[in-house]
Each structure stands twice: as C-alpha cells, then as structure tokens.
C-alpha cells in the first residue's frame, strides 16, 4: 500500500527556518524522482523543487532558489527540504511528490505559516 507523508510544518517567524520531511512507502523510492510544492489560499499549486532519483541533481523555482534546499535518503525513503530565510510569502500547505515515468504520488500536505 503506498503511503506518503510530511511533517514538520509550523509556526515560525520571518527570517526562520523549517525542515520539512516527507517519508514514502509501498514503492520503490530509488525509482522515483521527489518534488516539492506549495499551495497558498486563493493560489494555484506552485513547483518548488525536483529531485532525481539518485539525488545527484536537484532543481528550484526561483522564489525559493538559494533560501531552499531539497535533499533524500533513499535507505530511509526520506525526501527533505530545508526551508531557511522563511518570508511571508512562503506560507503556504506543502505536499511532496514522487513521480516516475509511469505513475506519480502526493502526500496530504503539510502546513507552513510564517508570522511575525
């Protein structure tokens, strides 16, 4: 059965800094590329970063280039994102994603409010 979850979401105040992990299961995870993304109220769902499958190569939007970075460990089916220099602007749900030629999964989304 495949299952996809993020944590770490919360409160933290302009200038912070989040990790948020997603954990993938019932799929191989080595044959998935990972992703993440962003949903705002009112706003369509935004791309933020791609990962390859091996990890030797990641790819950012520009609103998060340089203040984001994704990263996974493949023995722990485990895709990060380290999330420094939070602005307003990036609260938002987060979801991760796992896609592969064939099929791709989301997770429900972890929320991310930043507040002074």
């Known amino acids: 059965q495949f299952q996809l979850v993020e944590s770490g979401g919360g409160l933290v105040q302009p200038g912070g800094s989040l990790r948020l992990s997603c954990v993938i299961s019932?799929?191989?995870?080595?044959?998935?590329?990972a992703g993440w993304f962003r949903q705002a109220p009112g706003k369509e769902r935004e791309g933020l970063s791609c990962?390859?499958?091996?990890?030797?190569?990641?790819y950012y939007a520009d609103s998060v280039k340089g203040r984001f970075t994704s990263s996974r460990d493949n023995a722990k089916n485990t895709v990060y994102l380290q999330m420094n220099n939070l602005k307003l602007e990036d609260a938002a749900v987060y979801y991760c994603?796992?896609?592969?030629?064939?099929?791709?999964?989301w997770g429900q989304g972890t929320q991310v409010t930043v507040s002074s």
């Open positions: 990962m390859t499958s091996s990890g030797d190569s990641a």
């Open positions: 994603n796992a896609i592969s030629t064939y099929d791709q999964y």
């Open positions: 019932g799929v191989r995870f080595d044959y998935y590329s």
